[in-house]
């Protein structure tokens, strides 16, 4: 999930395929010898645009030059940054200043983290942020204002002068290259498009998923998405002969001309319209699309399965009639928020670690509300922004510096809270971050 700090242009992100969460906290100084535990940190803007992380660090993805998970927002010592992301285990971040820069840190098992100096492979990680080498690197790439980074399950995108960047794993051809071969690559290189062979131009918003990749138009009228679309979340269909994964990206179809926001979940892609209307796509096997995934009736004859759609569907509510309305997007693992005009939160999909915030842990595909103290007469209010990362969900209250809130999985602490005692790693409704501002 990418967030950055300037109004009217905040990204999204991505996430990964599967999260195995506990309690606890970790006092290792080397990392796990294999990678389990996935989309267990999140991040939030501290005063003066400093970044602040929490949760699971057993890679170094919480940049704070250890490898012990935290249960409080703790900063990351890289000054003022203009956005950042978090992935399935290492994070990104940038700034429009110091020459427009990206960074990285967390796990380089596939090159996500960009680094020349740190190699690739099962030791491979840095618990330091690293400047990611893109500018000057690449024939598109000289100079380089950069103004956006998403980050993947295992791989990573940033926006360079209006042109997408890729680097890390791409079993699925998520870093966009086009070419036959499915190579991890740890040097970010431009993302070609399928119709012309040209580098990927023009973009304003970039969004990663498990496996796959989304990219907005700057005039919004167009949504590019390659990589893995086993789910649809590509928006065209999978069943059609070698359409499972895209190595180039193409449209998609059924979105209106007037996009403003873009965000990826696991197996999902959302956007939002001008009109503040959401449209989502991909997998809907636990409602993540809005939808009754065990409704038959929504099926076609080119979408047989109601557990997806390649079709952009526009989310209700409960009624079937009225339209959620939004201001901003987050999407989760399997889980998607949206915050509503006047500062209320709602949210739909995976909820069996009370990522809904509506005091149960039952999936819902209609959106409900975020509530502030479990009873619906009290919904959260004067949210002024929202943030998903893996199965846990932030809200800010107020403005800067405001007070930020998480519900959720909370098995490492990613909700700023300390980590239960009990079997119970998750938080039913809103709780204060401690650590912020």
């Known amino acids: 999930m990418e967030t950055r700090k300037p109004a009217g242009l905040l990204g999204c992100a991505l996430l990964a395929l599967a999260l195995l969460s506990g309690c606890g906290s970790s006092t290792t100084t080397t990392i796990p010898s294999t990678t389990s535990i996935f989309s267990a940190h999140s991040l939030i803007f501290g005063n003066n645009s400093t970044v602040l992380a929490m949760g699971y660090n057993g890679f170094g993805q919480l940049g704070n030059g250890n490898l012990v998970n935290q249960s409080v927002a703790t900063l990351v010592p890289i000054g003022h940054m203009s956005g950042f992301s978090a992935g399935g285990d290492h994070t990104l971040a940038f700034s429009f200043a110091n020459h427009s820069s990206v960074y990285a840190w967390g796990s380089n098992y596939h090159g996500q983290i960009g680094s020349a100096v740190t190699i690739t492979g099962t030791g491979a990680f840095s618990s330091t942020p690293l400047r990611v080498p893109i500018h000057g690197t690449q024939p598109f790439s000289a100079g380089g204002i950069v103004t956006g980074v998403a980050g993947g399950e295992f791989h990573s995108l940033a926006i360079v002068d209006g042109t997408v960047f890729g680097w890390g794993y791409n079993g699925f051809g998520q870093l966009g290259f086009g070419t036959a071969l499915l190579a991890d690559s740890t040097i970010p290189g431009p993302v070609f498009v399928a119709s012309n062979g040209a580098p990927l131009t023009g973009i304003k918003q970039v969004a990663a998923g498990g496996g796959h990749s989304l990219a907005l138009s700057s005039d919004g009228s167009k949504v590019y998405a390659w990589g893995n679309n086993a789910e649809g979340q590509l928006g065209s269909n999978p069943l059609n002969l070698n359409n499972l994964y895209n190595q180039t990206p193409f449209p998609v179809s059924g979105l209106p001309l007037n996009i403003v926001q873009i965000a990826a979940a696991g197996s999902n892609s959302y956007a939002l319209d001008g009109n503040q209307h ?56 399997d889980h998607v928020l949206a915050l509503v005009p006047g500062g209320t939160v709602v949210g739909w999909g995976f909820n069996q670690l009370a990522q809904l915030g509506n005091n149960t842990i039952l999936n819902s595909f209609v959106p409900v509300t975020v509530l502030q103290d479990g009873t619906a007469a009290h919904p959260l209010t004067g949210v002024t922004d929202i943030s998903a990362f893996g199965n846990a969900s932030l809200a800010r209250v107020g403005d800067h510096p405001g007070a930020w809130w998480g519900w959720g999985d909370n098995g490492f602490g990613q909700l700023g809270n300390p980590v239960t005692n009990t079997s119970l790693g998750y938080l039913m409704i809103p709780a204060l971050v401690q650590g912020y501002p």
């Open 278 to 333: 959401v449209w989502a796509w991909g997998y809907n096997g636990m409602g993540q699309l809005g939808k009754n995934p065990a409704d038959t009736s929504v099926t076609t004859a080119t979408n047989p399965l109601p557990s997806y759609s390649y079709l952009p569907q526009q989310v209700f509510y409960a009624d079937g009639i009225t339209p959620v309305t939004a201001t901003k997007i987050a999407a989760g693992l």
